[in-house]
T-cell receptor, first 113, second 116 residues
Framework: SQKIEQNSEALNIQEGKTATLTCNYT??????LQWYRQDPGRGPVFLLL?????KEKRKERLKVTFDTTLKQSLFHITASQPADSATYLC????????????FGTGTKLQVIP | DAGVIQSPRHEVTEMGQEVTLRCKPI?????LFWYRQTMMRGLELLIY????????DSGMPEDRFSAKMPNASFSTLKIQPSEPRDSAVYFC??????????????FGPGTRLTVL
């Protein structure tokens, strides 16, 4: 069966360091992968999308990689700040122009001042 | 735009009662999604609509759940009868197939449902 796995345990890092979150998937051939941020009591907010033919995508302090051979995406936040503390969700989407995606369970990131 | 609007924000009900959750998508968006989020199962897609038509309801847990979209600006998710295991946060999201290269979904604030 299809499975999307993210670090189940919370990730604690020191302010200023780079946070790296992992999204692994099995039995899936996604056309693209998204990352969302979710703060407590709120809905997820879109951050980045990377397509299957892209290796890396950057946006400000964020960097996403996508390895379709390893079936893995890495999400990096450089120069992390306490305001980056949140839960980060990856989501996989298919081709064909459909809008449907499947979400991972998320990783809670805590940036310690 | 006010974003996706959901009501109520919190709902506490007793087992066996009917629950109706409401959603107003962003104007002009042609896709609408209903999700359920729990600690154990994460964010699960229940059903989604395109141009008010249900496209995939395979995530709807059972016949107690039903969803409608009578027009482009309103959708409901109904649970009848409700059970304690339905307790979760229910999110509505919308997206546009036009001018949306990132297939970005816009989420509402969610409805926290507690079934006693």
């Amino acid at each position: 069966s299809q499975k999307i796995e993210q670090n189940s345990e919370a990730l604690n890092i020191q302010e200023g360091k780079t946070a790296t979150l992992t999204c692994n998937y099995t039995n899936y051939s996604p056309a693209y992968l998204q990352w969302y941020r979710q703060d407590p009591g709120r809905g997820p907010v879109f951050l980045l999308l990377i397509r299957e033919n892209e290796k890396e995508k950057r946006k400000e302090r964020l960097k996403v990689t996508f390895d379709t051979t390893l079936k893995q995406s890495l999400f990096h936040i450089t120069a992390s700040q306490p305001a980056d503390s949140a839960t980060y969700l990856c989501a996989l989407g298919n081709s064909g122009g459909y809008q449907k995606v499947t979400f991972g369970t998320g990783t809670k990131l805590q940036v310690i001042p | 735009d006010a974003g996706v609007i959901q009501s109520p924000r919190h709902e506490v009900t007793e087992m066996g009662q009917e629950v109706t959750l409401r959603c107003k998508p962003i104007s002009g968006h042609d896709y609408l999604f209903w999700y359920r989020q729990t600690m154990m199962r994460g964010l699960e897609l229940l059903i989604y609509f395109n141009n008010n038509v249900p496209i995939d309801d395979s995530g709807m847990p059972e016949d107690r759940f039903s969803a409608k979209m009578p027009n482009a600006s309103f959708s409901t998710l109904k649970i009848q009868p409700s059970e304690p295991r339905d307790s979760a946060v229910y999110f509505c999201a919308s997206s546009s197939s036009a001018i949306n290269p990132n297939n970005e979904q816009f989420f509402g604030p969610g409805t926290r449902l507690t079934v006693l």
